[in-house]
């Protein structure tokens, strides 16, 4: 089931805009996440319920953007394997190059202790790896040399950005999810499925997206991008334990079935 692209531009056609450069309090790049895995077939009524209380990030006129990312690991996929093991203070690393407007930063993604999400990230090109800058980025922010790393998986998904500034917070929605293999042989699409992340300074439920949750039977859920890339691709040579909960979601979700309308 693929997103009726049409239906979600309309929508968003009723939302207020908002640039990059307007969001002095919702940029939260030091931030606690919640996410949501929801099926495909409630996003036209979530956008809807949710227009009231949220603003739409729109660049060069568009208010949906295409992403492109590459993740890094060591040959071992320590990154992954942390993760996966419940590690506290743990990082991920990618490339992620926005389609539409042909830019691409180097990330580095640190989950602490205290469950806080803190990204930093440079500018940089095609040649990343042979950039003196990005090799004392990574340096500097996971004490390893890039050179070290290598790309393990990449992919996609078109993503709505919403924020609430006054709040603030931060709604990011992704939906027509691939995943491709490092050396492009294996793809994967999910289509059956979108995923919300709520982005805020503390956690509270007080959240216009948060209170809608519960009325619909939604909870929030532990989701990785990059780690359910991984056991979809290479689930023969790891461990995945701890994501078949999360297998499960999205294997019921990736299937049309009927919701009730939304409501708030």
Known sequence: ?????????????TYEGHSLADLHHANLQDRVDSKFILPLDVLPDLLKAARSHYSVLQ??????????????DTQEMNFYKDHHNGKLNRFKVRKRTYLDTD??????????????????????DESIQCDDDNQSFIRKHLGVNFDDLSVSQQGGYERIALANEAIP??????????????NGVERIELDGFFIVELKQKKYSKNSPFYQMMPTHNFSPISFSK????????????IKYNRFKPT???LSSLNQQHPTAPWSY
């Open 1 to 13: 089931m693929k997103t009726d692209n049409h239906t979600i531009e309309q929508l968003l056609t």
């Open 59 to 72: 660049i060069n006129g568009k208010r949906t953007a295409n992403y492109f990312n590459q993740y890094f």
């Open 103 to 124: 830019t691409q930063f180097l990330e580095v993604k640190f989950k602490n202790n205290h469950k806080r999400t803190i990204k930093s990230r440079v500018r940089c």
């Open 169 to 182: 917070e931060r709604l990011t929605i992704d939906y027509n999810l691939w995943y491709q293999s490092s």
């Open 226 to 237: 990059y780690c359910i890339g991984c056991v979809l691709l290479y689930q023969q040579g």
């Open 247 to 249: 297998l499960m979601k």
